[in-house]
């Protein structure tokens, strides 16, 4: 007998055919002798049409009540996911977020988790109740309804497993697991068995929406033993797991992600003298706009070029404070562009694999695509790059690095 956390992501509770299907699921389980907490998102895409409504009626609606618009989704599909349970005769028990008592700050909109009660689920849990709980929500120390930012019923998930010690987290959602790359852009992609924290998170945050960021960072943080599986099929799905591989010949590269969340701006003709870095950057994080990579050029005449990218959603305002600091700095010009898209391989066996990057160029330059900015860490390295030739990129990478291949080990482009 085992405490396990499910969650079913939109299309896994798309429809009342699937939500009936889920409860199959929670039954065949229950009926085994595990205990189930359930978490929900809203039905497929009911998010994005509340956002669309609140949009009709003002631009930036205001962020507390977005909130209090937008976890609306999640309760529908408690209440419905609970019926369907009772009707199979189990004895089940829907929560929102604050009734479950989930603390979170108070930052509407990317609200961070604090504390979760346990003692209402586990005496519910005790007396042998199925938990559905509404993924994405919470409530601040005033009662506020808070949402965790898109995606955000994966840590809802996350979160309970760590605060029960559930035996395992299970993610279920529209794929059997986590894949080599996007299995939607590649054919080829290949399920992978197993992932590393450290290799997901980075996939994770440099673009593979599977998992929600926050969700992995908890999962590592607490060590909860974290699953993708899908809704649809039987199957294992893939165990993120903490035990880096230590087979020699585990492939340099274990995956491929891709965004095209960013925008690229540059300032040409600076003065290159000491602080001028701090000059151009200290104005756009003043405005609250993160900056992702960052290139300097070797200067010629005494300036230089500077060059740095942002989330997309900051483009405007990060290239209307890019032309004040021009102006201040008596810079050439600025020049902008959203027109871009970053790739990036990962893979924990690059620490012990020599020449992963310059493969990487090789395969790109095959392709004849030009690659605007680079930036590398331990585990990945990550490309700016046209965003015409984005899926382009993804699979001859995908393909150079034989990552459809399992027994392929260390690859040679
Ligand atoms: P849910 O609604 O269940 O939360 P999401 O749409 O958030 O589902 O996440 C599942 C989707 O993630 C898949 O349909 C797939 O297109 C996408 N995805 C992106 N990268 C990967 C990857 N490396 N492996 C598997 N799926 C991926
Ligand atoms: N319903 C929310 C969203 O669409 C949360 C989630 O699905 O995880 O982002
Ligand atoms: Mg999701």
Redesign the pocket.
């Known amino acids: 007998m085992a405490l396990l956390v499910q ?6 509770v798309g429809s009342v055919e699937r939500i009936e299907a889920v409860a199959d699921r929670v039954l065949k389980h229950k009926q085994q002798g595990d205990d189930i907490v359930v978490v929900v ?1 809203a039905m ?1 895409g009911e998010t994005n049409r509340l956002i669309e409504l609140a949009k009709s009626i003002q631009a930036t609606p205001d962020a507390r009540e977005m909130d209090v618009l937008l976890s609306t989704g999640e309760q529908v599909t408690i209440a419905l996911l609970s019926m369907a349970l009772m009707k199979r005769g189990l004895s089940a028990k829907s929560y929102t977020g604050s009734q479950v008592r989930i603390t979170t700050d108070d930052a509407h909109g990317k609200a961070r988790i604090e504390k979760i009660d346990t003692d209402a689920m586990e005496s519910d849990l005790a007396s042998g109740k199925v938990l559905v709980v509404a993924g994405f929500q919470g409530a601040d120390e005033l009662g506020n309804i808070t949402t965790l930012g898109r ?1 955000g ?2 840590t809802t998930g996350v979160a309970l497993a760590a605060a029960l010690k559930a035996d395992e987290c299970q ?5 059997d ?9 590649v054919d080829s ?1 290949r ?2 068995e197993k992932i590393t924290f450290e290799e997901m998170l980075e ?1 994770a945050s440099l ?6 960021i926050r969700s992995v960072e908890f999962a590592g943080k607490y060590q909860v033993p974290l699953r ?1 599986l899908s ?1 649809f099929v039987e199957g294992e799905g ?1 165990l993120i797991t903490t035990d880096g591989d230590q087979n020699m010949e585990q492939p340099a590269v274990s ?3 891709f965004n095209r969340d960013e925008a690229k701006l540059t300032l040409k003709g600076v003065p290159d003298i000491p602080g001028v870095a701090s000059k151009i950057l200290a104005p756009v994080s003043d405005a609250n706009i993160e900056v992702d990579m960052i290139v300097q050029n070797v200067s010629v005449d005494g300036t230089t070029d500077f060059t740095f990218t942002v989330h997309r959603n900051d483009y405007d305002k990060a290239t209307a404070v890019l032309k004040q600091v021009a102006d201040d700095l008596s810079a050439k010009e600025v020049i902008t562009d959203d027109k871009i898209a970053k790739v990036s391989i990962v893979g924990v066996g690059m620490r012990s694999h020599a020449g992963v990057a310059s493969s990487m160029f090789t395969a790109l330059a095959n392709e004849s695509i030009n690659i605007q900015l680079i930036s590398t860490s331990e585990i990945k390295v990550s490309v700016i790059i046209d965003e015409k030739y984005m899926e382009l990129a993804v699979r001859a990478l995908h393909s150079a690095f034989k990552l459809n291949d399992p027994d392929a080990g260390i690859s040679e482009v």
């Open positions: 969650k079913y992501g939109g299309t896994s998102s497929s995606g019923s994966d993610i279920y959602t529209d794929v697991g986590v894949y080599t790359t996007d299995p939607r852009v992609a399920r992978l996939m673009g593979s929406k599977v998992l929600q993708v809704s893939t995956g491929i992600a």
